[in-house]
């Protein structure tokens, strides 16, 4: 949570920090990832057999690596648009015997060679926890339940069986299961209207709650703020469902509800502002989650359904098409942009309950592989920032800045929500130091800043930035990255153009 003050260009700028006026607790999910059957993100991502690189499960281990640097919670999986024709089943068992198929979602040709199992274990090589999202294309209930069994059963009952026949006695006890992926788009395979989804996904989170009452199910939303979000919030925003495996109907059907967002444009300001769009999507979201509570009766006592941001990044698909893998090469300009994402989640921490960026490697990534490396592109530094310090609370902040008042994209930003220079937020971590981000959007101008509330000596600094807003990172070069030094707290801080700015001090 921020408030902002907008002043004029040559006025003094200043932010205001209050390290014990704390606004809510962040959870570590907004640091999630997302892989992928599409493009290089699972083959020659993640997987990469026979690669002199890979471990002997064929697992890339540099992009292990990578993973555990970034310190990544939950990893979504195996979609996106590919789920919906996905049939689990395909991908469990000897691989020998496991078939190829068509895949309708990116046009190419799915082997199974990497499933289920493969998955898990990867999740447990990396230290993540894992995210499955069921099929609501194609898939039947069934299909959905007995994945759920194969997971998270540990009776004497035919899919738990199979499981344990693969190799795997203990159930993998996946807590989070998402119910369906955009199944409002009309590049969906078995697109469905708002009241044949929300039907649906009311009866599927009704029979897979009674299968396993602990797992914490996803609810299928579009931006945030559509009819769409609208109607299945009220329709599954319930409590009073019989068959929840509860007698005293205390437990809620649905748990959280998933938003997806890219943001892109061409000009630097409209593309570095536009998660702004990401942050008021998520305050009309929570504002939906509240109505149909309402609507529906929800005692207070039902904790209100987080969103869970499960696609989120820069992405511009005209320039990096889907069917071409989607690989797109970030800018510092994108980096900016994925600053002020970061932000927006910090600074709506009340609301978020998980954000997975889209995707984790190789398509639309921070993270590209090729056959002997590795490359972290623009938008890995600030992500990697955040993952490492903007953890624990979010404390409250105000920024006094000059605004940025052109083109904005999508344009109802401008009506909506200001679009500062300065965009910041701030936390007060569990090792009592506090963190202040802040994003100068400016291209040309650095702001000398008043810092309020700032009462340290030793202050660390972490600038990302490079010599303009459009230089990238290559195999040969690596323009942007993390620049460290230290600060004495004295003064004004001057934030320079085109930068994130962290800095970190012992909180007083
Ligand atoms: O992340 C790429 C694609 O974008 C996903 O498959 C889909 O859900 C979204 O449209």
Redesign the pocket.
Known sequence: MATFTRIQEGESPSITIHPSYKIAEIDNNIYGG?T?H?GRCIYGGIYDPGNPLSDENGFRKDVIEAFKELNVPVVRYP????VATYNWLDGVGPKESRPSRPEL?WIGVETNEFGTDEFMKWCEAVGTEPYLCLNMGTGTLADALGWLEYCNSDRNTYYANMRRKNGREKPYNVKYWALG??CW?P?QVEQLTKEDYAKKAYQWAKALKLLDPTITLILCGETGYSSWDHYVLKECVRWDVHGLGDENNTKSLIDMHSI?V?TADKEHLANATAPRSAERAIQMASALIDLARIENKVPASIPKQKICFD?WNV?DPIRAP?EQG?EEKYTLSDALAVAVWLNAFIRQAKDMGMANI??SVN??SPLMTSKDGLVKQTIWWPLLLFSKYMRGHTIALNVAAPEYTGRTQPAWIRAAIETPYLDCSATLGADGFVNLAVANLNEEQDYEVALDGLKADKVEVFVVSGDNVGVTNTAGEQKVGIKESAWDGKGKYTFGRHSLTLLRWKGA
Request: glycine content about 18%; cysteine-free.
């Open positions: 997302f992928e599409m979609g996106g648009n590919f979602a992926n955009e788009g590049w997806h890219y696609e992405w889907g989607a889209a995707q398509v639309i």
